[in-house]
């Protein structure tokens, strides 16, 4: 349903959709076989004008709000999830120079990303830590003019072909996370490798690596707004503003499998009669159209509660992920079903949807994370609740103890 978006919205969207179905499609299951990153994707992408969509005016992008980044990774996630990623974690990459970096950081690193000349990564992630970012171990020590970093990074979305990175390290290991700082990595960087490449089960045609650092000299000014141990805050921010992507990619991958999904049960015929019209088939694909549209709900309101400059968007933002993300595996498998013996085979492309939506409740939070997120926002909206209201509460009487 497209009632609710603008002129502007409309356009995002039928642009990346072309960019999907000339330019991804075609190319989506031979990238999965072979993990190489849709180069030529890339360069379709900068020709339709979408890189940097997020990213202001005044460093080359086209200030179009995170609902538009939406739009775009929901169209190219239809036709391949890992496409959409590779987008999307651009967003997530340059939101913390967006959020906190200084102009001189702004102006010299958001233009090539904005043009897609320059592609950049998040390095938050650690091996021992996983979810608990604030558990991080990676330092960065000061020394003279550098900054010395040492540690190792994981999960890392576009690590392989990343020229940029922004990096999360203890600058005062006592504080724990509110010792955290941000800092903007090179590739070239001496002590600064691209680690080993992670052989996922879905998103293949997106490199994922660790990031390994050894006595990595950083230049001062390579400090996230020249301001230590914010990085936690800065963290936390990037997180709430790009989680709505991640949804958008979920909300994709629901929708291409779906429409995979009604096309064959139209198309196959069993005990005479279409699979479709089979009663159980009809309440399955009903309640797969239900869940996909009240996700895109979901995903675009919390996109749009962020464009509005709203200061408390992590209830919205986690409420959106897990709604999305749920249902887009929920869906995908039920597609998978639908198909049949055929959804279980690589000749089919349902298959590939199930292993990239899977990610989606994983990465940039697990949907466990943002429960806990989403209740400890309710908690705190209780007490704003009850503070107002003259209200006893009755409770049930203890029971006696004792036989009677």
Not at 241 to 248: I, L
Request: include cysteine; charged fraction near 25%; hydrophobic fraction near 40%.
């Amino acid at each position: 349903m497209n009632e609710l978006l603008s002129k502007e919205n409309l356009d995002y969207q039928e642009r990346a959709r072309e960019v999907a179905e000339k330019y991804v499609r075609p190319v989506a299951a031979e990238l999965d076989r072979t993990g190489e990153y849709g180069w030529e994707i890339l360069e379709a992408l900068k020709s339709y004008e979408l890189t940097g969509a997020w990213i202001p005016k005044e460093y080359g992008g086209q200030d179009a709000g995170v609902l538009n980044l939406c739009l775009i990774v929901e169209q190219l996630s239809r036709a391949c999830g890992g496409v959409g990623v590779a987008f999307a974690v651009n967003a997530l990459g340059s939101f913390p120079i967006i959020i906190g970096g200084t102009e001189e950081q702004k102006q010299k690193y958001l233009p090539p990303i904005a043009a897609g000349d320059s592609l950049i990564a998040f390095g938050l992630s650690e091996k021992p830590s996983g979810s608990d970012a604030g558990s991080l171990r990676t330092t960065a020590i000061r020394d003279g003019d550098d900054y010395v970093l040492n540690g190792q990074k994981k999960w890392n979305t576009n690590g392989g072909v990343a020229s940029t990175f922004t990096v999360y390290a203890l600058t005062d290991p006592e504080r724990g996370m509110r010792g955290i700082s941000a800092f903007i990595v090179e590739k070239d960087t001496p002590g600064f490798v691209v680690g080993k490449r992670e052989d996922t089960m879905g998103i293949r045609t997106v490199p994922v690596n660790e990031l390994e650092f050894t006595n990595c000299r950083v230049p001062a000014s390579q400090l996230m707004g020249h301001k230590e141990n914010v990085g936690f805050k800065n963290a936390m921010m990037t997180l709430d503003r790009a989680r709505p992507g991640v949804a958008a990619q979920a909300l994709g991958l629901a929708q291409g499998a779906f429409e995979w999904a009604l096309r064959y049960t139209s198309d196959r015929r069993q005990f005479g009669q279409t699979v479709m019209s089979h009663q159980a088939i009809q309440f399955m694909l009903a309640d797969m159209a239900t869940q996909i549209e009240a996700a895109r709900q979901l995903v675009y309101h919390s996109a749009r509660v962020i464009d509005s400059g709203a200061a408390n968007v992590n209830k919205i933002a986690a409420m959106g992920k897990v709604f999305a993300t749920d249902t887009a595996m929920k869906v995908t498998t039920d597609a998978v079903q639908l198909f049949g013996g055929y959804g279980y085979c690589k000749d089919y492309p349902i298959e590939k949807y199930m292993r990239d939506a899977k990610i989606t409740q994983i990465y940039e939070g697990t949907n466990q994370v943002q429960r806990l997120v989403i209740g400890r926002a309710l908690t705190r909206e209780l007490k704003e609740l009850t503070d107002g209201l003259d209200v006893k509460v009755e409770h049930f009487p203890e029971h006696e103890s004792g036989d009677k």
